[in-house]
């Protein structure tokens, strides 16, 4: 209600200058989230209702995105732990590259990311500060009114289609990176350019 209340009165023009932006795992195998499957009144369990699990599913990729008004800027992924130092890298790399793509000036953005500690560490806060990039206050436990989960959420989706799961993470970041290419819906600068 806070964050409602402190931007009911920004115009369109406002928020023409968002640059949203999160981070998002995608499994290799399968979702971390608990399925439902319903069944008949007496009917037992069938193939339909039970999906066999995997021991050791190689893992999931993590990848870092955002996107504005222009369109969805960079996606990279994301090398081991995400600390302070590996999130300013990220925002030196792939968000300035995504406000020169979209012909943008730094100071005309108000920069959207989460309450993480990464974000909010002296260092990106010093990062944001020297490159003149403003940011919007987030509330706490907002995930559902940040608009680029919607996109990830739509990318996840798409990868879902293949018949068949990757072979490995290798097949699977190919598969991001063709869905990316296939829908036009994210830049591919800050995947491994081997894939590009």
Same mark, same amino acid.
């Given at each position: 209600?806070?964050? *409602?209340? *402190? ?8 928020? =023409? ?7 998002? =795992?995608?499994?290799?195998? !399968?979702?971390?989230?608990? +399925? @439902?499957?319903? #069944? =008949?009144? %007496? ?11 995997? /021991? ?7 990848? @870092? ?7 969805? !800027?960079?996606?990279? /992924?994301?090398? !081991? /732990? ?10 030196? $790399? ?19 990311? $989460?309450?993480?500690? #990464?974000?909010?560490?002296? #260092? *990106? =806060? #010093?990062?944001?500060?020297?490159? %003149? ?22 990318? +996840? ?10 072979? %490995? ?12 290419? *296939? ?14």
């Amino acid at each position: 209600m806070d964050f *409602a209340l *402190a931007y009911q009165h920004w115009t369109l023009e406002d928020w =023409k200058g968002m640059v949203w932006s999160d981070e998002t =795992k995608i499994n290799h195998l !399968g979702s971390d989230r608990r +399925k @439902w499957g319903w #069944k =008949k009144p %007496g009917e037992g369990l069938s193939d339909r209702l039970v999906e066999g699990t995997l /021991k050791f599913g190689e893992g999931n990729l993590m990848m @870092w995105s955002c996107m504005g008004w222009d369109g969805v !800027g960079n996606v990279c /992924k994301i090398e !081991g /732990k995400m600390d302070a130092d590996l999130y300013v890298s990220i925002l030196d $790399d792939e968000l300035l590259e995504s406000v020169e793509y979209w012909g943008i000036s730094v100071e005309d953005l108000v920069f959207q990311q $989460d309450n993480d500690p #990464k974000c909010t560490s002296k #260092k *990106a =806060k #010093k990062w944001l500060e020297d490159n %003149g990039v403003s940011t919007i206050v987030w509330p706490p436990q907002s995930p559902d009114i940040n608009p680029i989960n919607y996109l990830q959420s739509y990318l +996840k989706r798409r990868l879902g289609e293949y018949e068949e799961p990757p072979r %490995g993470i290798g097949e699977l970041l190919e598969r991001v990176v063709e869905g990316v290419r *296939a829908n036009s819906c994210l830049c591919l600068s800050g995947l491994n350019q081997e894939y590009a």
